[in-house]
């Protein structure tokens, strides 16, 4: 193994808790083997992208409500292409040689999966993102 694969295999979160069985399918096994540390290791980045998806385009998302935002977020990934590829990219750049080719064997199908992974991770961060922006007041 070339040292750039070992590095990016090695720097991963660790997923043994995910069952890995023969009855899984290709695209469901490379989700968990790959995209989910994959993403989990970027989870941070994206929510700062994310936060500056937000800043770019005046804060509206900040005066929404929950169920709102919730929505924002999905049609922000769905809809915005430069925003979508940017994200993927944030993924794919972090495959080795042999898990591009087999991302590239079925691209379509594994891209909805990263997708909706990050889409939830950013979800799940609806709380983290609002307190960030929340300016404390300034020390009397």
Do not use: C, W
């Not at 040292?3 to 808790?17: A, E, I, W």
């Not at 994206?46 to 998302?61: A, L, P, S």
């Not at 900040?62 to 292409?81: G, H, P, V």
């Not at 080719?101 to 999966?113: D, F, P």
Request: glycine fraction near 2%; proline fraction near 2%; hydrophobic fraction near 40%.
């Amino acid at each position: 193994m070339n040292t750039r694969n070992f590095d990016l295999k090695r720097v991963r979160p660790d997923f043994m808790t995910t069952t890995i069985n023969n009855e899984m399918s290709a695209e469901e096994r490379f989700q968990n083997l790959v995209l989910r540390p994959i993403i989990k290791l970027q989870d941070d980045l994206f929510i700062e992208v994310f936060k500056n998806y937000v800043h770019k385009h005046k804060n509206v998302f900040y005066e929404l409500s929950t169920e709102k935002r919730i929505f924002y977020i999905e049609n922000s990934i769905q809809k915005d292409m430069k925003f979508r590829n940017s994200m993927k990219g944030m993924v794919i750049g972090l495959f080795t040689v042999e898990e591009y080719k087999l991302y590239i064997e079925n691209s379509s199908a594994l891209n909805k999966r990263m997708m909706n992974l990050v889409k939830e991770r950013i979800i799940n961060s609806i709380q983290a993102i609002v307190s960030d922006a929340i300016e404390l007041p300034a020390a009397v």
